[in-house]
């Protein structure tokens, strides 16, 4: 497996890796939609402050993290009510996915880890998950336990989620 940060020759690989899939993975994955525009975007950095990452097995996609630089306004509104400051220079707000055939595979572990550690070269204070975690989706859950998340809250939207916060470094 090879991770990094995607590139504008990524387009085709990264819509390839979209378009494949599976509805259930779709439903679970919501930042932005599925089509080649959005790969070209991605590719070409036309997501203000935002980064992506993607994981090669060889040739192809099999893993895929958006991460943005700050908060996004719902989640901004939410975490505002949590005990925790919000630093929009140091915070981060990430996306993850994995194809479906590797899910389960370390793939998702690897992505994230390469992920984090470029984030705490950045600076990076702490790191949440856009638009959180469904609570039913307890194999993401137990994931982000796994690698040292914690739920800082719950809130409804297609049915209950969990707000889910990483530090990478201690505060000054």
Same mark, same amino acid.
């Given at each position: 497996?090879?991770?990094?940060?995607?590139?504008?020759?990524?387009?085709?690989?990264?819509?390839?890796?979209?378009? *494949?899939?599976?509805?259930?993975?779709?439903?679970?994955?919501?930042? !932005?939609?599925?089509?080649? !525009? *959005?790969?070209?975007?991605?590719?070409?950095?036309?997501?203000?402050?935002?980064?992506?990452?993607?994981?090669?097995?060889? /040739?192809?996609?099999?893993?895929?993290?958006?991460?943005?630089? +700050?908060?996004?306004?719902?989640?901004?509104?939410?975490?505002?009510?949590?005990?925790?400051?919000?630093?929009?220079?140091?915070?981060?707000?990430?996306?993850?996915?994995?194809?479906?055939?590797?899910?389960?595979?370390?793939?998702?572990?690897?992505?994230?880890? @390469?992920?984090?550690?470029?984030?705490?070269?950045?600076?990076?204070? %702490?790191?949440?998950?856009?638009? +959180? /975690?469904?609570?039913?989706?307890?194999?993401? #859950?137990? @994931?982000?336990?796994?690698?040292? @998340?914690? %739920? #800082?809250?719950? @809130?409804?939207?297609?049915?209950?989620?969990?707000?889910?916060?990483?530090?990478?470094?201690?505060?000054?």
């Amino acid at each position: 497996m090879h991770i990094r940060q995607v590139t504008q020759h990524d387009k085709d690989k990264l819509y390839l890796y979209l378009k *494949t899939l599976s509805e259930e993975t779709r439903k679970r994955f919501g930042p !932005h939609p599925f089509d080649e !525009h *959005t790969a070209w975007l991605v590719c070409s950095g036309g997501y203000k402050n935002c980064m992506a990452y993607i994981c090669l097995n060889d /040739v192809l996609v099999v893993g895929y993290a958006i991460v943005k630089q +700050g908060y996004v306004p719902g989640d901004r509104n939410r975490y505002i009510g949590y005990p925790i400051t919000l630093s929009d220079r140091h915070d981060y707000t990430l996306a993850p996915s994995v194809a479906d055939a590797y899910q389960s595979r370390g793939v998702g572990s690897l992505l994230l880890e @390469f992920v984090l550690e470029d984030l705490r070269k950045r600076g990076a204070y %702490k790191i949440i998950l856009w638009g +959180g /975690v469904q609570a039913s989706n307890l194999k993401a #859950v137990n @994931f982000y336990y796994k690698h040292g @998340f914690r %739920k #800082v809250g719950e @809130f409804e939207y297609y049915g209950n989620n969990y707000d889910m916060v990483k530090y990478l470094q201690k505060l000054c």
